[in-house]
């Protein structure tokens, strides 16, 4: 199969789609000539044309309510935040506009919109322009929430994100821009709230988004040098949440640990230790559960501090010694 | 009778772009003594920008904004303001900062990834650069409010650019500073260009000046690139605010000759032959020099030495930023909060803890 980056992947699922569907467009600041902050969508003004990559004024509260309006017509409105950070300007048209008008309206109106946002530290952006807050709209009834990991996923999932009936967040991660994989050359979908389990184990179970699950997998491959199988799990998307793969799996290794890059309080690997606490898996444990997630502290400026902010892979291998070890 | 908009919001010159004096408005005010203090100011921040972005390529500092082209703009303005006044950059106006007495080697190690290099010296009341676009807008009409209510007798001015006259902060921050009635100078440095974004494409009004008026408060239009022009306006609109009323909006067109930043290529999306025309035309630099030149101001010894000092300086900061240790992976802790909080506390615990025993 081809390989391509998980930005070309990004970038193709939505030329694929508009190529088919008139009602696709995009809109967002720097989208045009300049092809984005990051280069998603460069080349695209030229093949659709301004009015159907609308370049916008600095406006994210105007992008995303006027998304709402459109959408509200029947039209697909892609809109592309420059910084994730940024949705704190578009929050009232997301939170209290697109996620509720359908219920509000009698289920009526229909908001079916993408908001297509690149998060995450690493890029040495600073506090303001590095965050993870997946966890605020995965708090929001009406809201979808994905977060892909690989080029593979980003394709599908944003295919199934466009045709989606409601309005789906789908975060992007600056580092994992560049990362390659295969991908089809055809249009494919992946349900959202299908959990993909990225590699099998029998010692642990960890749970891991976006680009923590590359790190997983890395800190995976080290431990089986030391005898330890662990099982990495994406749930690719947030909300919902495929409970049932996450279920199964804790069923089988008996131990639990869940990664993300986001403020370890209040983020969504709460809601993930929760699911478990809760369901039948929670007899099956072996040891406490672990959460692993950003300090809390604002990203710093600093490069190498930036790091220390995160979870790294040394920081995934101590916390499955321990939770192995655990007696 | 002419009443297009830009009829109404003419751009107001002093010195033209051949160094002429256009008008005699500030003719007495216009000395010797005042032209080498805006040449001394200008010349160093240019020297100062070129040093940003060849310390950026040499990878001794992080992503540098560079600002060339806006220094008359920037040192028009932070002249006009006193001691104490307030000061919100953007990103793009180290060379305002460092013309109102911030610490060069302070700005140099904000850029190279230290936050303490937001830190202003002792008594002056600048703001970290602001990056999330027009969000100081508001903070300056804030600090215009508080000192209007205890009766403190200081401006506060604020930068901003073309771009950021799209978000509902502008528009806000207007509103406000005009019913509350503030000393607050939004000063907007229109560049032309937010990022890759054209101004035409950005706003269908002429000018941003013309925005003033559905706040009802003075919006004037300067030729940014001549800071005599630049000075006095800021001066008028310092001074109405000082007495008591209220706040003004000054547009001043100027142009920024490099790339947005220095991760930035601008040839993608814009013509840099203008930029190259526009300098040619319209540079401060020049300007002020051939204005001093047809005054008689103009001493070539007086400005070698001007320019070395100003290297010295520079040359000086940064050796200073340079002997900054690498920071602490404690500091990652400090200032979250006030005073320190127990799960900050535990957590700082919990993290040496696992660091000491890999
Ligand atoms: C709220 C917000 N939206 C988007 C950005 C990304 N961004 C950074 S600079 C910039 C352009 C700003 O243009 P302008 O206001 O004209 O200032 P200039 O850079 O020209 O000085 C944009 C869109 C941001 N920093 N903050
Ligand atoms: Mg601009």
Redesign the pocket.
């Known amino acids: 199969m081809r390989e391509i980056t998980y930005l070309e992947a990004v970038r193709e699922a939505m030329s694929q789609e508009m190529r088919k569907n008139d009602d696709v467009f995009i809109l967002g600041?720097?989208i045009g000539v300049y092809g984005g902050?990051f280069g998603v969508t460069r080349g695209m003004i030229e093949e659709f044309g301004p009015e159907r990559i609308r370049n916008t004024p600095?406006s994210?509260a105007a992008i995303a309510g006027g998304a709402v309006g459109a959408a509200l017509t029947g039209m697909r409105p892609i809109l592309e935040?420059?910084?994730s950070?940024?949705i704190?300007?578009a929050m009232d048209q997301i939170v209290n506009q697109a996620a509720k008008l359908r219920y509000m309206y009698g289920g009526k109106g229909s908001v079916p919109m993408v908001l297509r946002t690149p998060a995450g530290s690493g890029t040495g952006a600073a506090a303001?322009?590095s965050q993870s807050l997946e966890a605020w709209v995965a708090h929001i009834p009406g809201l979808k929430v994905v977060q892909p990991s690989t080029a593979y996923d980003a394709k599908g999932l944003l295919k199934a994100a466009i045709d989606d009936e409601n309005p789906v967040i789908f975060y992007e991660h600056k580092l994992l821009y560049k990362t390659k994989g295969d991908v089809p050359e055809e249009q494919y979908s992946i349900p959202i709230g299908k959990a993909d389990i990225k590699r099998e184990g029998k010692d642990v179970t960890v749970v891991a988004t976006s680009i923590m699950v590359h790190k997983a997998l890395e800190a995976a491959e080290e431990l089986e040098k030391e005898g330890i199988d662990v099982e990495v799990i994406d749930p690719r998307t947030l909300v919902p949440l495929d409970e049932e793969t996450i279920v199964n799996s804790v069923k089988k290794t008996g131990r639990l640990i869940v990664v993300h890059e986001a403020v370890k309080r209040g983020g969504f690997g709460g809601e993930i230790a929760s699911v478990i606490a809760e369901s039948e898996a929670f007899d099956y444990l072996d040891s406490p559960i672990k959460r692993l997630g950003g300090l809390p502290i604002p990203i710093p400026y600093n490069p190498n501090l930036e790091k220390a902010a995160v979870p790294q892979v040394p920081d995934i291998i101590d916390a499955v010694k321990e939770t192995v070890r655990f007696k | 009778m002419n009443t297009s908009i830009e009829s109404q919001f003419p751009t107001y010159q002093i010195i033209d772009g051949e160094g002429n004096m256009v008008n005699d408005d500030y003719k007495s005010e216009i000395t010797e003594e005042l032209a080498r203090k805006f040449y001394e100011k200008m010349i160093f921040a240019r020297l100062f920008d070129r040093k940003g972005v060849n310390l950026q390529r040499q990878g001794r500092i992080g992503t540098y904004?560079p600002?060339e082209g806006?220094e008359a703009a920037q040192i028009g303005s932070a002249l006009a303001l006193e001691d104490g006044d307030w000061m919100f950059p953007?990103?793009?106006?180290h060379g305002a900062t460092s013309a109102f007495g911030h610490s060069l080697k302070n700005i140099f190690l904000y850029w190279r990834g230290f936050i303490e290099g937001c830190v202003p010296p002792e008594g002056k009341n600048i703001f970290p650069p602001a990056?999330?676009?027009?969000?100081q807008i508001l903070h300056a009409t804030g600090t215009a409010w508080a000192d209007k209510k205890k009766g403190n007798d200081r401006v506060s001015l604020v930068y901003?650019?073309?771009?950021?006259?799209?978000?509902g902060?502008f528009h806000e921050g207007l509103n406000f500073a005009s019913v509350f009635n503030v000393p607050a100078i939004f000063f907007n440095?229109?560049?032309?260009?937010?990022?890759s974004?054209p101004?035409n494409k950005?706003m269908k009004s002429k000018t941003i000046a013309q925005k003033a008026l559905a706040y009802d408060i003075p919006g004037v239009r300067v030729d940014g690139n001549d800071i005599f022009a630049v000075y006095f306006e800021t001066k008028k609109a310092v001074d109405r605010a000082r007495n008591g009323e209220g706040p003004s909006l000054i547009e001043a067109l100027t142009w920024?000759y490099g790339a947005?930043?220095t991760t930035d290529d601008p040839t993608k999306y814009r013509d840099q032959h203008e930029s190259h025309e526009r300098r040619e035309k319209y540079d401060p630099m020049t300007r002020l020099e051939k204005f001093m030149q047809k005054q008689g101001y103009w001493d070539e010894e007086w400005a070698e030495e001007v320019q070395k000092d100003a290297s010295r300086r520079l040359d000086e900061a940064v050796e200073e930023m340079e002997k900054v240790e690498k920071s602490d992976e404690a500091v990652m802790f400090d200032y979250v909060f006030g005073t320190d909080v127990w799960p900050v506390e535990e957590q700082k615990q919990a993290f040496f803890a696992d660091r000491s025993e890999r």
């Open positions: 600041e720097d902050a600095i994210e935040l420059q910084f950070d940024f704190t300007i303001q322009h | 904004v600002f806006q953007t990103y793009r106006d990056v999330p676009i027009a969000s901003f650019g073309d771009g950021a006259t799209s978000e902060d440095q229109n560049n032309g260009f937010a990022i974004l101004i950005q920024r947005h930043t």
